[in-house]
């Protein structure tokens, strides 16, 4: 199982980014998708995560920010982060909740990450 991210760039404050997370491999059910990221000296922390019905939740500090959504047929997860800060600066980790067959747990897999800085 491969979890790519990506999306991430350079953008000034107050404008937009896209990130993507595609899973390929040998998947059953995924479960729970979601980000996370980590600044620079700091721990990876929540960001949001959207169950397989489509029910999401966020971080206090991007609530009304950022959207997140998944498509189930292709296996895709988005951030869509609008009205970027500088403190939204980090690398960006996807993660599922993936079964590899069914009589398999849930597992949690993690994308390589992609780099989001926000310049103010």
């Known amino acids: 199982v491969q979890l790519q991210a990506s999306g991430g760039g350079l953008v000034q404050a107050g404008r937009s980014l896209n990130l993507s997370c595609t899973a390929s491999?040998?998947?059953?059910?995924?479960?729970?998708m979601g980000w996370y990221r980590q600044a620079p000296g700091n721990q990876r922390v929540f960001v949001a995560t959207?169950?397989?019905?489509?029910?999401?939740e966020y971080a206090s500090s991007v609530q009304g920010r950022f959207t997140i959504t998944r498509d189930n047929s292709k296996k895709m997860l988005f951030l869509q982060m609008n009205n970027l800060k500088a403190e939204d600066t980090a690398v960006y980790y996807c993660?599922?909740?993936?079964?590899?067959?069914?009589?398999?747990?849930?597992?949690?897999?993690w994308g390589q990450g992609t780099q989001v800085t926000v310049s103010s």
């Open positions: 993660y599922d909740l993936i079964s590899t067959t069914m009589t398999t747990i849930p597992s949690p897999y």
């Open positions: 491999g040998s998947i059953f059910r995924i479960d729970d």
């Open positions: 959207i169950s397989p019905g489509g029910t999401a």
